[in-house]
């Protein structure tokens, strides 16, 4: 598909279990980002992949949250011992780069719900 | 701390008038705005952007507004459509090391038949 690609679209887990969250960028997309968005929120940003490396991971809300991207594509995020505050949607989106005239296109996200 | 903030919650409009939609930014330093369209149930969609060196950016029935003087972007729609209902983000970038969206809270946009 032409689009960012997330997975699963939604995933309703018990608290305190892991949950894994998949996103496949644009192919050729060297940026790939994180965000999370709450209901009837903005979007909060998480962590920024150029590549393989994660320059930004500022966002991340607590050292439960872990991110990786692998062969420049394909990036899971990792919720470890998961809480209800973690319930949101969590939306990945890519760039070709991160200069001016090169948009983050974004996903539909994966549904987090936890019981 | 630097935000992005949007001036009114909910915007209703008649189909087929023009709506404008408000944004006011912070971060005097930023130097890329995008507006991003988000349906229910959906991932945000690319509307439109328009880098700080420019004051204003036309596309298909969408025109982006930028103030730097007072730090305000806009978003006009021309003939609104039903299918223009949706909430409406925008974001600013300080592009370079990892450009990373600020996005506000989101408005909501109405069209009345």
């Known amino acids: 598909g032409a689009g960012v690609s997330q997975s699963p679209s939604n995933k309703v887990t018990e608290k305190g279990k892991d949950v894994e969250l998949r996103c496949d960028p644009i192919s050729g997309h060297t940026a790939l980002y994180w965000y999370r968005q709450s209901l009837g929120q903005g979007l909060e940003f998480l962590i920024y992949f150029q590549g393989n490396s994660a320059p930004d991971k500022s966002g991340l809300p607590s050292d439960r949250f872990s991110a990786e991207r692998t062969g420049g594509s394909v990036s899971t995020l990792t919720i470890q011992r998961t809480q209800q505050e973690d319930s949101a949607v969590y939306l990945c989106?890519?760039?070709?780069?991160?200069?001016?005239?090169?948009?983050?296109?974004f996903g539909d996200g994966t549904r987090l719900s936890i019981l | 701390g630097e935000s992005v903030g949007l001036h009114l919650p909910t915007l209703s409009v008649q189909e087929g008038d023009n709506s404008i939609i408000n944004c006011a930014y912070s971060n005097s330093a930023s130097d890329y705005f995008i507006w991003y369209k988000q349906e229910s149930g959906k991932g945000p969609q690319f509307i439109i952007d328009?880098?700080?060196?420019?004051d204003k950016r036309q596309g298909q029935r969408v025109t982006v507004l930028l103030n730097k003087t007072v730090k305000h972007l806009s978003l006009q729609i021309a003939a609104t459509q039903p299918g223009d209902s949706a909430v409406y983000f925008c974001a600013e970038i300080l592009t370079g090391a990892n450009s990373k969206l600020t996005f506000g809270k989101g408005i909501t946009l109405s069209v009345r038949p």
């Open positions: 328009i880098r700080s060196n420019m």
């Open positions: 989106a890519s760039s070709l780069g991160t200069g001016m005239n090169q948009p983050q296109h």
